[in-house]
């Protein structure tokens, strides 16, 4: 009896076996998602104050308050707020699964170059929002709150910010994302150059180019200020030249 007829195709069973497996790695990580979600949610008021802390030290002895235009406004601001978060404690689970993936197909070589970039990419973007969040926050929002205009200086109405929560949490969120990413640069660059992909000497004749790019990506991803664009720009030029480091060393091992 041949294969067609039995209807077993031993072609096919390696594909079915590596999508069942992708189905419960998958499983795996929507459930550290969910968990994450669950356990930030219950926070999502603390985490909220910890990201507006910045603009009421910005503020300083001025009042202000966030608002909310809409009813289900402020429920879902948090909702989104949790999901970020959990997104992002769930992370290393997720690396994990990643791993557990594609590491049967890999050499014990390659395992052991890969490994440690899987962990210096959370590392790094943690690194990515601290920058945003200690340095990049108290200056963007500083620039922006000097734009008020109390009454009786030359205006018939004061001119004061009524951020809504919405608004501020989507700022917020963005300007540590794009930290976050930014910094995973080198990480990037370093894993293509100890595959190969690239090289120091590639990067350092990229090294003008790169600049242009670093700053039209900075000006992107930032608020439309120039204080935000320079805070991301010059990390991330000094970030190339570190991957151009990394590089040479990896090129010498």
């Known amino acids: 009896m041949s ?34 979600f669950s356990v930030s949610y219950f926070f999502a008021s603390d985490i909220y104050t910890f990201l507006v802390r910045p603009l009421a030290q910005a503020s300083g002895a001025v009042p202000h308050r966030l608002i909310y235009t809409g009813l289900t406004e402020a429920f879902t601001t948090y909702i989104k707020l949790a999901l970020w978060t959990g997104c992002f404690l769930a992370f290393p689970v ?11 197909g890999l050499y014990p070589a390659e395992r052991r170059a890969f ?17 945003a969040y200690a340095f990049v ?28 929560v919405s608004e501020y949490l989507s700022l917020s969120m963005t300007v540590i994302f794009a930290f976050g990413l930014a910094f995973e640069l080198p990480v990037v660059l370093v894993l293509l150059a100890r595959a190969g992909i690239l090289s120091a000497a590639h990067l350092s004749g990229f090294r003008r180019y790169a600049v242009v790019l670093i700053f039209v990506a900075a000006a992107v991803l930032t608020p439309p200020d120039l204080v935000s664009m320079l805070c991301l720009a010059l990390p991330m030029m000094a970030l190339y030249e570190l991957s151009i480091w990394g590089a040479r060393l990896v090129e010498r091992r």
């Open 3 to 36: 294969a067609g007829e039995t209807g077993f195709d031993p072609l096919k069973q390696p594909l079915l076996a590596h999508l069942a497996e992708l189905r419960q790695r998958l499983l795996y990580a929507l459930v550290a998602v969910l968990a994450g």
């Open 115 to 131: 490994l440690p970039f899987l962990g210096a990419a959370p590392l790094f973007f943690l690194i990515g929002a601290g920058v």
């Open 94 to 104: 997720i690396a994990a699964q990643i791993w557990l993936f594609i590491a049967p």
């Open 137 to 164: 926050f108290p200056m963007a929002w500083k620039f922006f709150l000097s734009f008020e205009m109390p009454a009786g200086v030359g205006q018939t109405l004061p001119i004061q910010l009524e951020a809504r």
